[in-house]
C-alpha cells in the first residue's frame, strides 16, 4: 500500500470509530472521530508509558492530539435537577474489551486533572490507526499513565453516586 493510500485507510478507520455517551446524561449521544475535528483540539506532552502494576516500562509515547474528555462530556450535558447533584457524578471510561476506569466529576472539572484528560485521534503528527488502538483515552497528570491509558475506547457512562 501507498504512504498516501495507508493515510487514507488510517483517516477512514478513524472518522468510523464510535464513543457513545450513556448512563446519566441530560442528553445520551454518540460520537464519531470525525466530529471531533469540530471540536477545539489539545495536544499532551510527550511521555514514558508504565504499568502501574509492575511499573514495567512499556515505550515512549509521542505528542498526542485530541479533544478533552470534559468537552464531550459538557456536549452530552448533566442534569441540573436535583440542584448539585451532578458533582457526584462517576464517569467509567470503558473499552472495547470490557478493560474500564473511573473519573469523578470533581477530578474532571475541578482540579488541573481534568485539564489533560483527553480523547486522542493523533500521535506524532499522524492519525492513529486501529491497531494503535485510536481512539486512545490518556490522563496527562497521573502518575503511571499505563492504567488510564485506554486503547479502544467505547462508551462513556456516567453515574451519579447515591449514599
Ligand atoms: N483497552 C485496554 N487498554 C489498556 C489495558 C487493557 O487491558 N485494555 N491495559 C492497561 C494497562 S494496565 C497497561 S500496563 C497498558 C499496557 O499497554 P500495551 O498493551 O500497549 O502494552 O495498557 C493499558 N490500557
Ligand atoms: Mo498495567
Not at 492530539?65 to 457524578?89: N, Q, S, W, Y
Not at 473519573?103 to 494503535?132: D, K, Q
Not at 488510564?148 to 467505547?154: D, G, N, S, T, Y
Amino acid at each position: 500500500m501507498s504512504d498516501a493510500n495507508a493515510h487514507a485507510v488510517a483517516v477512514e478507520t478513524t472518522a468510523k470509530a464510535v464513543i457513545s455517551l450513556e448512563g446519566d446524561f441530560l442528553r445520551p449521544l454518540s460520537v464519531d472521530l470525525g466530529q471531533f475535528r469540530e471540536q477545539p483540539a489539545v495536544v499532551a506532552d510527550p511521555f514514558d508509558l508504565r504499568c502501574y502494576t509492575t511499573n514495567r516500562f512499556i515505550r515512549s509515547v509521542d505528542t498526542y492530539r485530541g479533544v478533552l474528555l470534559k468537552d464531550l462530556i459538557l456536549k452530552a450535558g448533566l442534569r441540573p435537577e436535583p440542584k448539585g447533584e451532578f458533582k457526584r457524578t462517576v464517569f467509567i471510561a470503558v473499552a472495547q474489551d470490557g478493560y474500564a476506569v473511573t473519573f469523578s466529576w470533581h477530578e474532571l472539572f475541578n482540579t488541573p486533572v481534568g485539564e489533560r484528560v483527553i480523547v486522542a485521534y493523533e500521535c506524532g503528527g499522524r492519525a492513529l490507526t486501529s491497531e494503535e488502538g485510536v481512539p486512545i483515552l490518556f490522563s496527562g497528570a497521573d502518575i503511571l499513565p499505563a492504567p488510564r491509558h485506554v486503547k479502544r475506547l467505547a462508551r462513556i457512562v456516567a453515574r451519579v453516586l447515591t449514599v
